[in-house]
C-alpha cells in the first residue's frame, strides 16, 4: 500500500511518521509487516503554511516487504582472459571497478592521485600553505572532484541504475536518509568515508588498487586487416607495461594530458558545450528567509535554490552545484591557475551559501579550427587569467555583486559577509576576466534572479573563475561503449556522458556492464 502527500506541519523523527499514517488511514499498526519511507520533502510554496510531504509504503501483515534485486550482478557473462584496467577513481571509475569486481573480474584500478586520507593533507596544504601538488588536489585523487563537493545525488536520469547507486552508498556508510529525501546529499565527509569503503570492497573481492599511478600511454595495435585498432596495453608513470584488452576511461573532467595523449594516438574526439562562470555566496539566512519567509517555526534544513534566466541572443545564466551552508574551495590542478568549486559537509552549518553562476559556451565561440581540443584551451586560457588577477600568488579574483553591477571596482568589506575561499582572495574588476558575452549575460542573470530570491542581487561576493563544471571535449563511443579504438571504453564525466556524481556512477556501471555482457 502506498500512500502520498501525507503533510507534517510540525517536527518529527521520520520513525514518526508511520504513527500519523496509521491514525490519519486507521490502519492498525500491528497488522503491518514492514514499511519504509519513499520521498520526503518540503514544500514551502506557501509562506505561511511550510509543512513536509511524505510518501510512505506499508506492507501488511501476510505480504512479504518486496527484496532489491541487486542489479549490479550480471548473470550473462564472458570470459576475461586479461584483467580489465579502470582509469579514475572518481565516482565513475569506482562504480565501474566496483561493479567488475563484484562479477569476479579483478579490476586494476590506477589512481593518478592519493587515496583519500592522503588526498584530504594534499588539499589542506594548498589552501594553507599554496603548495599544489598538481597529481593529487580537489580535482584529482580517490573520490574524484565529487569527494570535495556538496555531494549531491540528485539526477534527472531516469536509469534501473538509480536505486542501485543509492543503495551502494548506504551500504558502505551513507545515511539512510539520501533513499528517500527529495534532494538528497552526502556531504563531503560521508562520501570520504563511503569512497574509502568502496575502495576495501574491490580489494577484498579481488581488485587491486593503485595510487600515484598515472596512465602515461597506451599500446594499441591494428586487426589483421587493418581495418580497426585495438588496445593491447596500459603504460604507467611507473614504467608499469600492464597488459589488456579492456581499458574503462573514466579520467574526468581535469584530465587535460590524457585528452592530448588521445589526439595524437587519433582517438576520435569531439567538441562539445560546456559554461564559465563564478561562484556567488550569500548569507545563508538571507536564503533561508527568501525560500521559507519568517512565519515557519519549522526546524528546516538550509535553503537551497535553482534558478535560470535566458538571453535573447541565445546566452543562458543558470545556477549549478548550490551549496547550502558551504565554502567556495581553491580547485585548481595546474600550477598558475584558480579554479573555483563549492563544497559543503553534511550539516551543512556554515554562515554562507554559494552556487555557481554559469554561462554557456558553445563551439562556435572557441573553433578557429578544426582542433578539438580548443574548449579546453579557451578554459585553460582563463584559468591562467584569473591567477593573474588575482595576484599569481592563487588568492582568487573577487569582486562585490553591487560593484559588478555598477562597474565599479573598490575593497569594501561587508562585515557579514566574508568571503570563504582559502587561501586568499583579491578584490578586483571581473569584466577584464570574461569575454564581452559572458559578462552582459551575468549581469542581466542575476539581476532577473534578484527578482526570484529576494537580495540575490545585494550583499553578495563573486569569486572567480568557476570553469569546470563539465568537460569541452567528448569522446566518441559506440553502442558497445569502444571509443574508436576497440578496448578504450571512454566513461564518466571526463568523457562527455555524465555531470555530476549520480550521472557519473550510474555510466561506470553502464560501461562496466557492457564490456562483460555476451551479446
Known amino acids: 500500500m502506498k500512500i502520498s502527500d501525507i503533510k507534517v506541519f510540525e517536527d518529527i523523527e521520520d520513525d514518526s511518521i508511520i504513527d500519523i499514517v496509521c491514525k490519519k488511514k486507521n490502519i492498525d499498526k500491528s497488522n503491518i509487516n514492514n514499511w519504509h519511507i519513499i520521498k520526503k520533502s518540503i514544500d514551502a510554496r506557501d509562506k505561511n503554511r511550510v ?105 534527472n536520469v531516469n536509469s534501473k541504475y538509480n536505486k542501485a547507486v543509492l543503495e551502494t552508498f548506504v551500504k ?83 584530465a587535460r594530458f590524457v585528452f592530448e595523449k588521445l589526439k595524437q594516438l587519433d582517438v576520435k574526439l569531439e ?71 563549492g563544497m559543503s559537509y553534511y550539516k551543512r552549518d556554515g554562515k554562507n551559501a554559494n552556487s555557481a553562476l554559469l554561462v554557456n559556451i558553445t563551439p562556435d565561440d572557441f573553433m578557429e579550427d578544426d582542433n578539438p581540443l580548443n574548449g579546453m584551451y579557451f578554459q585553460k586560457k582563463i584559468e591562467e587569467d584569473a591567477f593573474l588577477l588575482g595576484g599569481s ?49 551575468l549581469e542581466k542573470g542575476i539581476k532577473y534572479f534578484g527578482t526570484k530570491i529576494n537580495g540575490f542581487d545585494k550583499n553578495a561576493i563573486l569569486t572567480a573563475v568557476e570553469s569546470r563544471s563539465s568537460c569541452p571535449i567528448r569522446i566518441l563511443r559506440d553502442e558497445n561503449m569502444n571509443s574508436s579504438v576497440l578496448g578504450i571504453h571512454p566513461c564518466g564525466e571526463g568523457a562527455g556522458y555524465a555531470g555530476g556524481i549520480m550521472t557519473s556512477a550510474i555510466d561506470g556501471i553502464k560501461v562496466a556492464n557492457a564490456i562483460v555482457t555476451k551479446t
Open 271 to 341: 567538441p562539445k558545450p560546456f559554461s564559465i562562470g563564478v561562484r556567488i555566496e550569500h548569507r545563508q539566512s538571507v536564503i533561508n528567509e527568501s525560500q521559507y519567509g519568517t512565519k515557519t517555526k519549522l526546524n528546516l534544513p538550509p535553503a537551497d535554490y535553482k534558478l535560470v534566466y535566458h538571453d535573447d541572443n541565445g546566452r543562458s545564466l543558470y545556477t549549478f552545484c548550490m551549496c547550502p551552508g558551504g565554502f567556495v574551495m581553491a580547485s585548481s590542478s595546474e600550477e598558475g591557475t584558480i579554479v573555483t568549486n
Open 51 to 155: 509543512h513536509y510531504n511524505y510518501s510512505v509504503e506499508i506492507f501488511l501483515d501476510g505480504e512479504e516487504e518486496k527484496i532489491y534485486d541487486d542489479i549490479l550482478k550480471i548473470d550473462n557473462k564472458k570470459e576475461m582472459i586479461k584483467r580489465p584496467v579502470v582509469i579514475g577513481a572518481g565516482p565513475a571509475g569506482l562504480f565501474a571497478a566496483y561493479t567488475l569486481a563484484l562479477n569476479g573480474y579483478n579490476p586494476i584500478l590506477l589512481e593518478q592521485g592519493n587515496s583519500i586520507e592522503q588526498r584530504e593533507k594534499d588539499v589542506e596544504e594548498f589552501i594553507t600553505n599554496r603548495r599544489l601538488n598538481t597529481n593529487s588536489n580537489v580535482q584529482f585523487g580517490e573520490g574524484g572532484a565529487g569527494a570535495f563537493s556538496d555531494g549531491k545525488l540528485t539526477t
Open 172 to 254: 558502505f556508510g551513507a545515511p539512510k536518509q539520501i533513499l528517500y529525501l527529495s534532494k538528497p546529499h552526502i556531504g563531503t565527509d560521508n562520501l570520504r568515508k563511503v569512497i574509502k569503503n568502496m575502495r576495501e570492497e574491490i580489494i577484498r573481492l579481488g581488485g587491486e588498487v593503485k595510487f600515484n599511478t598515472k596512465a602515461v600511454d597506451f599500446e594499441i595495435c591494428n586487426n589483421d586487416q587493418g581495418l580497426s585498432k585495438y588496445v593491447t596495453a596500459v603504460i604507467t608513470s611507473n614504467n608499469e607495461r600492464i597488459e589488456t584488452n579492456n581499458v574503462i576511461l573514466a579520467v574526468g573532467h581535469s
Open 393 to 441: 600568488n592563487y588568492n582568487a579574483p573577487v569582486q562585490r555583486v553591487e560593484d559588478y553591477l555598477n562597474n565599479n571596482c573598490q575593497e569594501v568589506r561587508d562585515s557579514e559577509l566574508e568571503a570563504t575561499y582559502k587561501p586568499g582572495i583579491n578584490y578586483c574588476d571581473l569584466h577584464k576576466l570574461f569575454p564581452k558575452y559572458v559578462n552582459d549575460t
